[in-house]
């Protein structure tokens, strides 16, 4: 053997929260790429930002992989709270990997947000490690744990509905009402399909107020190659809002129904100043103010301002921390459905 033969490193990386037979499965392919291979481990901070729960602490996750043989080296990743970067570009960086290798959920070069810096150390990226692709998920393992222990919830969808067109039917928000039904409809029905999940959407959006907005992570934008509409042929499957739920901040649609952006962060919204001219007077928090019936995620306290600053908008909210939905409009609540 060559002593002098410069080892070939091989590097992966993931949230691995629990880890699965997914996961090791990828290890061995990846370990067989090269001599060492080292496991980019993203830390809480990104599992809290992306899936907006911990099931395994990192120091947990970082044990378990240890042990697991073909593992050299395992790499905690430096994000930190709330993080706009989630690639482990960062880590690349410092380790010079020769080979990064992907599992079943990363197709192709377009998929992943770290080829740059693969190409600035001369990184080959290799893509399907694993043996049968994705063949499982730490998502896929906690809904279903989930769903066992709390009963799946069924929404009567069309009595929200018929409520809705009434709360709405007098609104001097001059959208569409069937726009509005339908991007309820939506929202609704993924909510009898899933548990534990966000959606922050606004329609009526209009390209002035941009200077109001935020792309952290370019991935998630994915209207821009993917164009839907919500009212000409709507379509189930890859791309549809589902696809959003694990994504951050707003979905945007025109008043004709395109969806033009996805994972846009909204700011300089100034809930306070709003709240204060909307409903002048003393209360214990804004919750209160802005007249939810309990303390809210900052989520709804920015969708609410939103349908207060964008003119002529209506903002859709769905709670993963109170089973709630909620239609805004002109700061104020104009529709609340909790789910108790």
């Known amino acids: 053997m060559n002593k002098n033969k410069k080892k070939i490193v091989v590097a992966i990386s993931g949230g691995m929260d629990p880890i699965h037979i997914g996961h090791i499965r990828l290890i061995q392919e990846a370990r067989r790429l090269g001599d060492k291979l ?15 729960h911990i099931f395994m602490h990192q120091k947990e996750r970082k044990e378990v992989l240890e042990s697991i043989e073909g593992v050299d080296q395992v790499v905690l990743t430096s994000h930190p709270r709330n993080p706009k970067d989630m690639s482990v570009s960062r880590e690349l960086l410092k380790i010079k990997p020769d080979i990064f290798a992907n599992g079943g959920d990363r197709k192709g070069e377009n998929d992943i947000p770290e080829v740059g810096v693969c190409n600035r150390i001369g990184c080959t990226m290799a893509f399907n490690v694993g043996r049968g692709g994705k063949i499982q998920s730490s998502s896929w393992l906690l809904s279903r ?34 726009l509005k039904l339908k991007a309820a409809k939506i929202m609704l029905k993924l909510m009898n399909k899933k548990t534990g999940f966000g959606l922050f959407v606004i329609l009526g959006w209009q390209n002035k107020w941009r200077s109001h ?128």
């Open 38 to 52: 080292v496991v980019i481990l993203n830390n809480d901070n990104w599992l809290k930002k992306k899936k907006r």
């Open 213 to 340: 907005t935020d792309l952290p992570d370019s991935v998630q934008d994915i209207y821009v190659e993917h164009p839907h509409n919500i009212l000409k042929a709507y379509r189930t499957g890859k791309y549809n809002i589902e696809t959003t739920i694990n994504f951050d901040g707003a979905i945007l649609i025109d008043a004709r129904g395109n969806i033009i952006h996805s994972g846009i962060i909204i700011e300089g919204l100034k809930p306070r100043s709003a709240a204060d001219k909307i409903n002048p007077g003393k209360f214990k928090d804004l919750s209160e103010q802005f007249g939810f019936r309990k303390k809210v995620h900052s989520r709804h306290l920015s969708a609410i301002t939103a349908s207060y600053i964008f003119k002529g908008t209506t903002v859709m909210t769905v709670s993963e921390e109170t089973n709630s939905f909620h239609v805004f409009e002109n700061g104020r609540i104009a529709y609340r459905m909790y789910d108790e």
């Open 145 to 178: 744990y989930v769903s066992k222990l709390k009963p799946v919830r069924r929404l009567k969808v069309k009595k929200i509905l018929e409520e809705l067109k009434i709360a709405l039917g007098k609104s001097n928000v001059k959208l569409s009402l069937v």
